[in-house]
């Protein structure tokens, strides 16, 4: 019988440990992963496992942008896991956790995506139709890989008509390149690469200097921030 990490390319072995961000050896990561195979048969194949923790990131932590932290401390997996709302790159950052925890080789990805489809408030803020550093994941399963991003949960894509991102373990699930009424959504217009771990202290620099409406916000009374009404949170 071969091992299951016999036919790895040697690129995906760095991808299978514990990180400062990525901390899938945390027990927050680990009880969340445990959750969302727990249906699964003890046999289940790692294709299995991906698709139903994909899943669980996707539909059990609720998208929302307005939720952009500027504190390092809130992008580790271990505290998304616990959350219940993030916006895409600390789902990315879980995701990437959970099927390390599985056993599975996952990099973290970064790009600049157009967002053709925004809401007027959150324009207002980002003052930009571009989204520096949106967040993908790069797996594994035996020596195929597959880019995948579990940003928009499922009730949101319906509240805003848009096609869901599924993952079926046989081809990648990136991006809603269109909604239902075939309008063109998003697309990627520069690919940042793969990570072993989040380059934090890259990504806030950039992000504080792309998006200053956003990072006000951001740094506002939770309260405040809380009670923001947009399509996104309603």
């Not at 990315?92 to 489809?117: E, K, M, Q, S, Y």
């Not at 009730?155 to 848009?162: A, M, P, T």
């Amino acid at each position: 019988m071969t091992a299951p990490h016999d036919n790895l390319p040697d690129e995906a072995r760095q991808y299978l440990q514990s990180a400062d961000y990525v901390d899938s050896a945390a027990p927050e990561v680990q009880a969340f992963v445990t959750d969302a195979l727990a249906d699964l048969p003890s046999d289940a194949t790692d294709k299995d496992k991906a698709i139903c923790l994909f899943d669980a990131v996707r539909d059990k932590i609720r998208y929302d942008p307005y939720s952009a932290s500027m504190d390092p401390e809130d992008y580790r997996a271990s505290a998304v896991a616990t959350q219940g709302v993030a916006y895409c790159v600390p789902k990315a950052i879980l995701l990437t956790a959970c099927l390390r925890a599985a056993g599975i080789p996952a990099a973290l990805g970064f790009a600049d995506v157009r967002n053709h489809l925004n809401t007027p408030k959150l324009a207002e803020l980002m003052g930009s139709d571009l989204f520096v550093y949106h967040g993908y994941v790069q797996l594994w399963l035996g020596a195929e890989s597959f880019k995948i991003t579990p940003a928009f949960n499922m009730e949101l894509c319906k509240r805003f008509g848009v096609k869901p991102l599924v993952f079926d373990g046989t081809r990648d699930a990136l991006f809603h390149e269109y909604d239902e009424k075939n309008r063109q959504h998003m697309e990627y217009v520069n690919d940042r690469g793969l990570f072993v771990d989040a380059p934090m202290e890259t990504f806030l620099s950039d992000f504080k200097a792309a998006y200053p409406g956003m990072v006000a916000f951001a740094n506002k009374a939770k309260a405040e921030r809380d009670n923001i009404k947009d399509s996104f949170t309603s």
